[in-house]
DNA sequence: AGCGTGACGAACT
DNA sequence: TAGTTCGCCACGC
């Protein structure tokens, strides 16, 4: 565990249930460009249900990718077990339930 | 200590 | 509109 990756965490964390965030989101609340950093740090996923790590959408307003079983099809499973609908693939009314850190 | 990789993103063709 | 290219930076080898 490192600190940037504790960092991702805590911010993973704060993210409400029903609600999802981008990977650039989460650069930007760490005040950083590397995303793929973010990307790699959460695709570690060293505290799987600690942390709500499916909560974590491309700003495409897909998918993603997904390390856990089941891979991208229980990614998607466990968000519409949240109230997150999925269409195709793609996260209907995705800009309206996408959570914003507040930057500090 | 250098190199390649990756749960991304934005610009380009 | 879809596919490709390049940049970003932490991490493991």
Redesign the pocket.
């Known amino acids: 565990m490192?600190?940037?990756?504790a960092q991702v965490y805590e911010l993973l964390s704060e993210i409400p249930e029903g609600t999802v965030t981008?990977?650039?989101?989460i650069?930007k609340a760490m005040h950083?460009?590397?995303?793929?950093?973010?990307?790699?740090?959460?695709?570690?996923?060293p505290n799987?249900p600690e942390v709500p790590?499916?909560r974590?959408?491309?700003?495409?307003g897909k998918i993603?990718?997904?390390?856990?079983e089941g891979g991208v099809i229980r990614?998607i499973a466990l968000l519409q077990g949240e109230g997150v609908l999925v269409v195709n693939g793609k996260i209907v009314d995705f800009e309206q339930i996408r959570f914003l850190f507040k930057s500090s």
């Open positions: 490192t600190p940037f990756q981008t990977y650039g989101d650069a950083t460009n590397a995303v793929r950093a973010i990307g790699t740090a959460v695709g570690k996923n799987a790590c499916h974590v959408v491309p700003r495409s993603g990718n997904y390390s856990g990614k």
